[in-house]
Structure formats: C-alpha cells, structure tokens
C-alpha cells in the first residue's frame, strides 16, 4: 500500500524559511516522479512543482508563484521528498501535499497528473 | 494559466446521478486525454477516482465514470449516496507551460 506521510508544517513570519518532509512507503521511491501541491485554506487545489526521478534526470519544474522560491528534492536513500521554502509570503499559508505521479507520453513530451496523495502538513505564513 | 472552470456546487437526491463538468482549452483538456478527477472530503486528503480521462483505478465503484467532448471534461456519478458528498477537482497537463491545472472544485451536496 502506498503511503505518504508530510511533516515539517509550521507556523513562520513573513520573509522566514521551512523545510517540509514526505517519507514514502509502499513502493518503489527511486523510480517514481513526485510532486508537492497546496491547498489555501477555504480554496482549492494548486500544483507547486515535481521532480524527476533521477533515471530521468532528477530536474525540477515549478509552478510561476513559488519559481525561484521553492526547491524541491529528493533522497533516494531514505525514501523522502523536500520541500525547501525560502522568502515566504502570506498567500503561501496552505496545506502542503505530497503526491506520487503517473506518467505516460504524449507526442514525445511525458506527461504527469497526481495519482496518491499524504495527508499534508499545514504551513501558516503570518506575522 | 488560469484555473480549469468547474461549477462551485451541484446537489443530488440519493439514488440520482449528477454530472459535474471541467472546461479548459485546446491547451489542456482539449488537447490530449490526461484529465484526471479527484474526491476530497472535509478535512481529508484528495483521492483520484478517475484518469486518463475515463479510467478508473483499482478499488474506485463503478457508479464513478469520466468522459471528455471538445474543451471540456465530465464527471458522472450514479446512485448518489450520502458518503459521496464532497469537493470534486479535475486535473489536467499542460503541455505548453508544463504544469498541472485544478479545476476550482465543486461541492456535492447529496440532499
């Protein structure tokens, strides 16, 4: 059974820092691509970014609002995924999840949507 | 790139089926068939019902089932029962902007 568990959620200032954690379970980590997306609180779903596996190149893509304010990575070794959150502002307060994704290829280019999700872990961002 | 556009709420008597649409553009739902649909109760994680579309994954009831026309994708849900109330999400890839796109959700309200 695949399980995701986030931790790391906390409440932190305006400008401050957090690093969230996803331990993985029930399947095969290394040759998964993986994704973190939010939830604001009272709104819906907005995909923050993904990382391939490292077969694949181990690169990153982010979504525009956290571009060059997030990273995301990965252990291999220990089946975890981070999240690494810097210059945080207040429309960053959500619930973080953790997802694993299915790919496929679609005229060369591969494709991915969430598949399995955590339970998520709360990030207030507020002074 | 804006959110896929879903209706906020539907509602349905148990017993009764409901459809809840997702509309995007040729960049996205019109332009493959990688949509997917996910269930979230309050309080709860999202849980994927369907994919690709129409396809659903091991241990999701067939009264779930998806379809696509042109720009916009549906989500069909039979013999409404009181545990199917909930937000419903549709998801898409965007092939230009390599992103995930949300619909905006839609609350199921079973009267």
């Known amino acids: 059974e695949v399980q995701l568990a986030e931790s790391g959620g906390d409440l932190v200032k305006p400008g401050g820092s957090l690093r969230l954690s996803c331990a993985a379970s029930?399947?095969?980590?290394?040759?998964?691509?993986l994704s973190w997306v939010r939830q604001a609180p009272g709104k819906g779903l907005e995909w923050v970014g993904r990382?391939?596996?490292?077969?694949?190149?181990?690169?990153?893509d982010y979504a525009a609002p956290v571009k060059g304010r997030f990273t995301i990575s990965r252990d291999d070794s220990k089946d975890t995924l981070y999240l690494q959150m810097n210059s945080l502002k207040t429309e960053d307060t959500a619930v973080y999840y953790c997802?694993?994704?299915?790919?496929?290829?679609?005229?060369?280019?591969?494709?991915?949507?969430?598949?399995?999700w955590g339970q998520g872990t709360l990030v207030t961002v507020s002074s | 790139q804006s959110a896929l556009t879903q209706p906020a709420s539907v509602s349905g008597s148990p017993g009764q089926s409901i459809t809840i649409s997702c509309t995007g553009t040729?960049?996205?739902?019109?332009?493959?068939?990688?949509v997917s649909w996910y269930q979230q109760h309050p309080g709860k994680a999202p849980k994927l019902l369907i994919y690709?579309?129409?396809y659903r994954p091991s241990g999701v009831s067939d009264r779930f089932s998806g379809s696509k026309s042109g720009n916009t994708a549906s989500l069909s849900i039979s013999g409404l029962l009181a545990e199917d109330e909930a937000d419903y999400y549709c998801?898409?890839?965007?092939?230009?902007?390599?992103?995930?796109?949300f619909g905006g959700g839609t609350k199921l309200t079973v009267l």
């Open positions: 998801g898409s890839y965007t092939v230009a902007f390599t992103v995930v796109l």
């Open positions: 990382i391939r596996s490292y077969t694949d190149g181990g690169s990153t």
């Open positions: 040729s960049s996205d739902v019109g332009g493959h068939n990688y």
């Open positions: 029930g399947f095969i980590f290394r040759n998964d691509w």
């Open positions: 997802t694993t994704l299915r790919t496929d290829v679609f005229r060369g280019v591969i494709i991915t949507l969430p598949d399995y």
């Open positions: 690709d579309v129409s």
